[in-house]
C-alpha cells in the first residue's frame, strides 16, 4: 500500500483551522491571488473569520469533502491547500478540485502540479471516483497549463461568466477520467 | 430507461410512517418471522414507538436505501427490503430482506424482490458488489439468494445462539460483471 | 495463567491504556498522516487529521464506549515509558449471541515488527474471552495486509468468509477476509 500523501516536493496534511485563518488573512491581501482563484469579489477577513469558516468546514467531517493543507517536504512550511468535494451523493463518482497556493513566491516551482498529482492518486485510488472536475478562469494562464500537464482536458466554457475591470472573462471547464489518469501513471 | 421499481410479482414502493408501524407491529408478534429474518432478540414495540423509528429512518440518510414491497396484483404491503451502503469508495452495499405476510412466504414474491434491490444497486447506483448475510437455518431464503445469482462465500461459526442451541450465519455475495451476465442469458 | 491476580493489562513489553486527551492526539496524529499505516488499519478512506480531530474522536470513542456499551477501547503502550504506540479494540459487541470484532494496529514504526502486536492480542483475546465471557471473536482483515494475515493466524483464527473484491484501493481489486476464534479454541490454546 503506498502513502500517497507523500508527494515530491510536497505532502497532503491535516488542516489545522487556526494555522489557516492566519495564514489566509495575510494571502487575502494579495488580490491578485484573490481574483485568479475567487470567483467573488474580493474581501479581506479576519484570521478569526478564516479560523471560524475552516473550522466549521473540518468539523462536518463529511466522507464527501476531503480537505488537505499542502506542506513543502523540505521544510515543512504552510503552502496552501487542495480539496475535493464528491458531487451527487456519490452515483456519478465526480468530484470538483479546487486548489490554492497562497504566497507568490512559491507560485510557478511546481508545488501545485506535485500538490494535484497527489489528490488525483487519491482521487483514482483511494476513493475510486470515476472522473475530476474543475474550473478555471480564462485569466489564469499558469493555472491552466499546470492542468494540462496533470492531464486536465478543456471540456468546455461558460462565456462571460466574470466581469472583472469592466471586462467580461469565460470561465472553463476541465475533467480528467480514471481510465486516463491510469494511462498518463502507467 | 427502464421502470426499475417494477418486478413480475412485486414492485418497490415506500409508505407513510403509520402504515410501516401498522404492518411491523402485527409483523413482529409472528416471531418465526422475525427469527428469520433478524438475528437481535425479538421484541415487541408499540405502532407509537415504531413509528417514530420508521420517523427517524425517513429523514435523509444518504447510505441507505429502503423500499416497501407491493404486490402488483392487489398493492398489498407484504414486507420490506432495504440496502445500506458499507461503502461508497468500495462501491458495496448490504442487503435485507423480509417478508412480513407469511402467506406470500415460497411463492416468488421475495426472490422478486430481491432482483429489483440488487438491479438497483447496480443500476441506479453503480455499485460493485452487494453482499448479505444470513442464518444457516434458513433454508428457504438461502435457495431464493441462490436462485438470484448470489455466491456463497463463507459461514460464521456459532454466531447465534436461540433456544440454547449455536447455528451458524452464511455470508453472500454478487459481483457486477456475475450480475451482467446473468441479466444477458435471460 | 488464567487467575484474578495476573493482570489483564500488562504484558511482556507492552501494556494497555487509557486514551490521554492532552498528550496523545499529536502523536495519532502524525500516524494518520502515514497513509501507508493507515490503509492497513483501516477500510475507511485514508484521511490527515489535526490533533484537534483526533481528540474529538477520542471524546466520540469514550462517548460511545460509555452509552452503547458494545465498544472497549485501548490504548497500547510501551511498558518502558508508557508512551502511546499503538490502540486495540473489541467492537460491535452483541451481547445476546455473546460476539464482538477484534481490531488493532501498532501506529508507532520503530515498535513494528518487534513481536509487540501478538502481546496485544493475547491481552485483548483474554479480555474478550475472559473479562468479556464472549462466544466468539472475529477478525477482518484486506488481503493485501499480509501481516495482519500471519498475526491472526498465528493465534488459531479460522478463515470464514472471503468477500470477493469486496475492496478496491491502489487500482485493485481486493478480498475482505473474515477470521473467527471461538472461546473454546483459545481456551484450548492458553491451556496447552
Known sequence: MKDIFKGQLVRLSAMDYEEFGRAYATWNRDSELMRLMDSGASVLHSAKAGKDFFEKMVEKNSPEHHFFSIRALEDNRLLGDINLDVVNNWLGRNAFVGIVIGNRADWSKGYGTDAMNLILRFAFTEINLHRVTLTVFEYNPRAIRSYEKAGFRHEGRIRGALLRDGKRWDMFFMGILRDEWISLNQ | MKDIYRGTLVRLSDDSPELLAKAFARWDRDTEQHRLADSDPAQLWSEKKIKEFQEKRAETNSKSFRFSIHTLDEDKLIGGVGLWISSWTHAETWLGISIGERDYWGRGYGTDAMRLAVQYAFLELGLRRVSLGLHAYNERALKSYQKVGFKLEGRMRGEGLRDGVRYDSLWMGILREEWLALMETK | ?192
Open chain 3, 1 to 192: 495463567m488464567l487467575d484474578i491476580q495476573t493482570q489483564l493489562f500488562e504484558a511482556q513489553d507492552v501494556r494497555f491504556g487509557p486514551i490521554d486527551h492532552e498528550a496523545h492526539p499529536e502523536i495519532e496524529s502524525k500516524w494518520t498522516h502515514d497513509a501507508e499505516f493507515m490503509r492497513l488499519l483501516d477500510l475507511k478512506p485514508a484521511r490527515p487529521l489535526s490533533p484537534a480531530m483526533v481528540k474529538k474522536q477520542y471524546e466520540a470513542v469514550e462517548k460511545e464506549m460509555d452509552e452503547d456499551k458494545n465498544l472497549f477501547y485501548f490504548t497500547i503502550r510501551a511498558r518502558a515509558d508508557d508512551r502511546l504506540i499503538g490502540k486495540a479494540l473489541i467492537e460491535w459487541v452483541d451481547w445476546t449471541n455473546g460476539n464482538g470484532f477484534v481490531r488493532l494496529g501498532i501506529g508507532d514504526g520503530e515498535y513494528r515488527r518487534k513481536g509487540y502486536g501478538s502481546q496485544a492480542l493475547s491481552m485483548l483475546l483474554r479480555y474478550a474471552f475472559g473479562e468479556l465471557n464472549l462466544y466468539r471473536v472475529t477478525a477482518v482483515v484486506p488481503a493485501y495486509n499480509e501481516g495482519g494475515l500471519r498475526l491472526f493466524q498465528k493465534f488459531g483464527f479460522v478463515e470464514e468468509i472471503r468477500r470477493r473484491q469486496a475492496l478496491n484501493r491502489d487500482g485493485q481489486f481486493w478480498d475482505l477476509i473474515s477470521f473467527g476464534l471461538l472461546n473454546t479454541e483459545w481456551r484450548e490454546q492458553v491451556k496447552a
